[in-house]
Each structure stands twice: as C-alpha cells, then as structure tokens.
C-alpha cells in the first residue's frame, strides 16, 4: 500500500519540470555561505567521503560542480588484470545475469526490455547485463568497463521516473521508458552497450565524445555514428550525470562471466566480470 501511495503521488507530479527546477538550481551559483552551508548538509545528509576529492569542498561553485566532482588521482585503482572487466561506476549492483525473453528484473516483481532500453536496437537476446545504481553520496562521473571504440550513441527522451524501490517495484519497464544516453563501444569482448539512465531529479547527462546533453527540451531520439570514433582506455571518463542514477550495461551472449552479484557495492575501476571462458 505504501508503495503505491508513493507512486500515485509521483504521478500527479510534473516530473520534467520539477527536475528542470531542480537542475537549475543545482547549477546556479549560490552566494558563497550559502553554497557551502548547502555543500556541508549534502555531505552531511548522505555521509560523502570529500577526503577522496581533488579539490577542497570550498573550491566548488555549485550543487552540480560538485556532485561532478573529479577524484584525487589513485583513489579508484584498476584492477591489474588487463582482461578484467571493470566497474563503471561506484554504486550498487541492483542486479546482473543473463538476458532471457528479453527481460532484465528491476526488483523482484518488475522487469524491464533490454531491446526497449536501446530503442529498438538488438543483439544482447541471451547476454549479460548488470545494473547498478548510484545514490546520492556516490562519485558521478561514469567510465568504460574494457577498453573500445566509441563508434555509435542513441539519446532517448523519456520519462523520468525516481528509481528508488517503491517505484522499481511498482511501474513495469521502469528504465526503458526513462530518459536515457548509451555508448556502443567495440570492444574485445564485441559491441557493449553503456546505458545511463535518467530518473527523477537528474538535471542532465553529458558524455565526451558528443556535445548532446539530456533534458534540455528535446522530444525525438537522436541516434548516430560518432566521428571520428574515440578509442578509450579501460576506466576511462565516457561521461557523467548531474545528480546520480543507474548505468545498465549488455555483453553479447556467451562473453563475459560475472565475479560480483546483486547486492554488492562497486567501485570505479573495480573487477565485476571476466572474459568468459571459451567452450
């Protein structure tokens, strides 16, 4: 009942403008004491780390300049195994295994489409996915998990459903109708599919290798070749979210084999599967 109360509440909330508002204020410039009276509650409220930081939390000239913050060098080692497929993220594992029927769980009653997720785009029937999620306090910037390619992206404007779990458990299909950014990136382990998910308070997603940015008014899907395609290193920044949300990465079928399950907290840099071994 809880859950659906929420739900229903959050339906009669005008979600794009809401988070508009709240993107625009995030990136305004505050008056200095209040910026940092805002900054010590944030840090405070949702227990950041600000040692890990490069820069003082006085040096930050707003919400978003801060919740993009860049990391001292060192404090998101790689793996040293050059096959390892790493973390994109820091966050939560919400849920990883294999897609079947075209279904990736989003709790333990709802689902969502992994050829809705990219628009239409196929391939992953029977590969990998993993889903993981960043809460407030988590680092926002996102990276590559392998080393690749970044040959083609899709933006597609949606809903911007909180993905917090009443609402996972309560609307079906919850991230393939968010507003959402994915990178193809070719790789050795073939074409992976980098997905940031917007949600609810997300003020918008930036990528390198394309100026697009999300939630700035557009309604059409934007798909296309990026060029000159960029090589990224393993653990490279691909891109970032103004406020947190959810990055869903698919393998193709029979290519990697996770080391992490759900539930587990991940880092940047960090192991979360291996290249599967040949059969």
Not at 139 to 168: M, N, S
Not at 214 to 230: F, L, W
Request: aromatic letters at 8%; proline letters at 9%; charged letters at 20%.
């Amino acid at each position: 009942m809880k859950d659906a109360l929420i739900v229903s509440a959050l339906s009669l909330v005008p979600k794009h403008a809401v988070s508009g508002w709240m993107g625009a204020l995030a990136r305004a410039r505050l008056p200095g004491p209040l910026l940092r009276l805002a900054l010590r509650w944030y840090v405070w409220k949702y227990a950041v780390d600000v040692s890990e930081a490069a820069a003082p939390l006085e040096s930050y000239t707003s919400l978003v300049d801060f919740f993009t913050r860049e990391l001292r060098p060192g404090v998101r080692p790689i793996d040293p195994d050059p096959e390892a497929i790493v973390s994109p993220a820091d966050g939560k594992v919400y849920a990883c295994g294999i897609v079947e029927n075209d279904r990736i769980p989003q709790s333990e009653v709802q689902h969502f489409s992994a050829k809705e997720l990219l628009a239409g785009r196929e391939g992953y029937e029977g590969g990998s996915y993993i889903v993981i999620y960043l809460s407030p306090r988590d680092y926002h910037r996102v990276h590559t998990p392998v080393a690749g390619t970044v040959d083609r992206f899709q933006y597609v404007p949606g809903a911007l459903w909180p993905v917090f779990p009443a609402a996972t458990r309560k609307i079906p299909y919850l991230f393939s109708r968010n507003e959402r950014l994915s990178a193809m990136l070719q790789s050795a382990v073939g074409e992976v599919a980098l997905v940031m998910v917007g949600a609810f308070g997300v003020g918008r997603i930036r990528v390198v290798f394309d100026p697009i940015v999300s939630n700035t008014g557009g309604k059409q899907t934007v798909e296309r070749d990026v060029r000159p395609a960029p090589r990224l290193a393993r653990a490279a920044e691909i891109g970032r979210f103004e406020m947190g949300s959810t990055v869903v990465l698919l393998f193709p079928p029979g290519k990697v084999t996770f080391t992490c399950k759900p539930g587990d907290p991940v880092r940047v840099g960090q192991r979360i599967a291996l290249p599967a071994s040949p059969t």
